[in-house]
């Protein structure tokens, strides 16, 4: 459980800033910018928040499978 904790702790204390666009939406909300539109503010968050999702039901679904499978070999 130890090993499992530090491994955690490592990978997210390693979490840099990630800019997770396309070159064409890069594009595109960089000129939106510059012409003061504001909408495109929150584009790599909100892109990043999607992406998460599948991996958090994942990690969920994994880890009340192997509570479960412990629970019966005791």
């Known amino acids: 459980m130890k090993k499992i904790t530090f491994i955690l702790l490592l990978i997210l204390g390693s979490i840099a800033t990630v800019n997770a666009q ?6 595109a909300v960089e ?3 510059e012409e003061g539109h504001t909408k ?3 584009l790599n968050d909100g892109i990043l928040y999607l992406l998460a999702t599948p991996y958090l039901a994942i990690a969920f679904i ?3 499978w192997y509570y479960k499978r412990n629970k019966k070999a005791e």
């Open 22 to 27: 396309c070159p064409m939406c890069k594009t």
């Open 31 to 33: 000129s939106g910018m």
């Open 40 to 42: 495109g503010r929150g």
């Open 62 to 64: 994994g880890g009340a």
